[in-house]
């Protein structure tokens, strides 16, 4: 039975203020945790980032020129053989339109759609696809399932 009594007080109190410079007996006093001597250990002191102690800085090392295909590459939509088993029936043509239809691929999509070969397949379907894997190509042939490719 729960009594005023019985009741304990479970909140975590306050976590108590660093109290720095008050003294050596308090774990930051003298110094205040600030070193000995030096710019940090003076008033006014600013930590400049990047800044390593005369030694060269990181981001300056760092090369400012190059290539990267990030900015050309078109994000695509993977497929596994089991998904495609699991959400089409027999004689359906898988495309990126038809999972669209169905909810499963956005609005947009620049690369297009990539078959995998997880899982089997049982359904016969027709595959549209901007690209396969080796695998899904080997289980799609000996399944006798035409797949198409799509250009580029």
């Known amino acids: 039975m729960n009594l005023l009594s019985n009741l304990k007080d479970t909140n975590q109190g306050k976590k108590q203020k660093k109290r720095i410079g008050r003294g050596v007996g ?3 006093g003298k110094t205040c945790g600030r070193g000995q001597k030096g710019a940090g250990a003076r008033s006014g002191y600013k930590r ?3 800044y390593e102690g005369g030694q060269m800085r990181l981001f300056a090392k ?3 020129r190059g290539f990267t295909r990030g900015r050309f590459e078109k ?3 993977s497929i596994n053989l089991s998904f495609i088993d699991k959400i ?3 004689g359906e043509v898988v495309s990126y339109e038809t ?3 169905k909810g499963y691929a956005p609005k947009r999509l620049p690369g297009g759609i990539k078959i995998l070969g997880k899982g089997e397949i049982t359904k016969k379907v027709s595959i549209e696809a901007k690209a396969f894997s080796k695998g899904a190509k080997e289980k799609l042939e ?3 399932i035409v797949c198409k490719v799509l250009g580029k």
């Open 75 to 77: 994000e695509s939509l």
């Open 62 to 64: 760092l090369p400012h």
């Open 88 to 90: 089409y029936s027999d």
């Open 48 to 50: 400049r980032y990047g």
């Open 99 to 101: 999972l669209h239809e």
């Open 26 to 28: 308090c774990k930051k």
């Open 142 to 144: 000996k399944q006798k």
